[in-house]
Structures are given as C-alpha cells and as structure tokens.
C-alpha cells in the first residue's frame, strides 16, 4: 500500500514502528531498563549487583543480632560469703512498703540478697535439697513463694530438722511439703531447684552461722546439663522418702 510505513523485520509483533528489539537477557523478565547504562528502573540495589549483595549480607547479620539480643543470657553466678549484714525487708515484703524500712542495716547488694533475688524469681516451682535450715530470712523467701502459690517441696537432713532454731517445723505448719530420710548416715546435700531450670548448690547450709561466719561458696546456673541430674536426684530422694514406705522399728507407735 502507498504510503505504509514498513515493518522492521526484527520488531516485536505489536510494535508500532521499527524501533530495534533489545534481545539482552532481562533479569525477572522485566523489560524496561538499558543494558548500555547498567542499571535498572529500581536503581542501584538491583538484584545480583554488588550493592545488593551488600544489603541483603547486612539484613541476614540485623536479623542475627535481634535473635540474640532476644535470647536471655545464660545465668552463670558465684556468692561467697561470709555477708555483711543487710536490710531485705523491700524483697521480702508482701506488698511495696508505704515508706523505707527504719531498721539500721544498710541496703547493699550482697551474696545473700542476690540468693534470695534468685529464690524470688520461682513462678512455678522451688524445689529445695537442704541439710540444715535455720536462717529466718531464707524461710521468710520460702513463706513467701509458698503464698504466691509456687509449689514448694523440701527434702531434709532428719536430725537437723529437730534442732532448735530449725525453721522445718514452720514451714510444715505453713502446708509446705517436707521430707525427711530414715538412715544413719546423713542427707548433706545443700541445693535449690528453681522453675527446674536454674540451679542452685554449693557448701552453704542455710544458717545464719554459715552466712555471717563461714567461709562458704554458692554457684547458680542454668546449664540444663547441670540441672537434669540434679532434678533427677531429687526425684529420686522425694520418692524414696515418701511417707508411706517408712520402716518403723517393731514396737512404736
């Protein structure tokens, strides 16, 4: 036909005129951008160029250290004590108190605040393992936990649970669950399980002589290779104290 604009063989069918066809490979298809300059309609970060390489290298490491940022620390703790004497009443209260306790012992943050800051943390469970228990501010933390309707169960030495200045008998007119051995030898262990995950152990009786005079150490973790031992063990302990399996000498009421 006169007149007709002739079509370029190497256009693509729709193509108004006979602009040349860009036959270079279009990364995701798109057809828009020029291989002469390099670059495409998004810009600079284009997929597969070095800066995008360096953009999506620092997301992966922001999203890795939001992850741990979340993660809780692992609790690695060591108390020694002797202690110097201090005023718990702010931890220990059942309520915020309306002004400061007027005792004269400081506010310090010391190995035996820090125990019973661990032993208050329970929301669950407090499973204790405890030769000699005589400190009233250990029992009052325990009292305490037991109110807040943490389940406390205790395992004790039979002999140091009839002392004077034992707070057993207290705890068991609380409700708390106790139980004792029945052999000659004596049940020694000094350990707390918190939530069954963090451990409490080490050399300190709960005494006010062992804090205040001995030379004791104190080690709380939550290595769960550490505490399943110990959990189990005191398992083991509270089923084969059980009340019920008591052998009582013939003769005895």
């Known amino acids: 036909m006169r007149g007709a604009v002739p079509r370029d063989a190497g256009a693509v069918p729709g193509d108004v005129g006979g602009g040349p066809r860009d036959t270079g490979p279009v990364p995701g298809g798109y057809r ?73 012992l400081p506010r310090a943050d010391t190995s035996l605040s820090r125990l019973v800051r661990r032993l208050l943390s329970a929301r669950r469970s407090l499973d204790l393992c405890i030769f000699s228990f005589s400190c009233p501010l250990l029992a009052r933390a325990v009292h305490l936990l037991h109110r807040r309707g943490v389940r406390v169960r205790l395992v004790t030495d039979a002999e140091c649970m009839g002392l004077q200045g034992s707070q057993i008998g207290r705890l068991r007119q609380d409700g708390i669950q106790v139980r004792h051995d029945q052999h000659t030898g004596y049940m020694h262990h000094k350990f707390a399980i918190v939530d069954r995950r963090i451990l409490i152990t080490g ?34 302990m509270w089923e084969e104290y059980n009340p019920t399996n008591y052998i009582f000498p013939k003769g005895s009421k």
């Open 32 to 104: 828009g951008g020029s291989r002469a300059s390099g670059r495409w309609p998004w810009g600079m970060w284009a997929v597969g160029s070095p800066q995008g390489a360096a953009l999506a290298v620092a997301a992966a490491a922001l999203v890795v250290a939001v992850a741990a940022w979340r993660r809780p620390r692992p609790v690695r703790e060591v108390l020694f004590f002797p202690c110097q004497p201090c005023c718990l009443e702010a931890l220990l209260a059942e309520a915020s108190p309306a002004r400061p306790c007027p005792c004269p």
């Open 203 to 236: 050399s300190l009786n709960w005494t006010s002589q062992a804090i205040q005079s001995n030379r004791e150490n104190v080690l709380v973790v939550d290595d769960a290779e550490c505490v399943k031992p110990f959990l189990e063990e005191f398992e083991r």
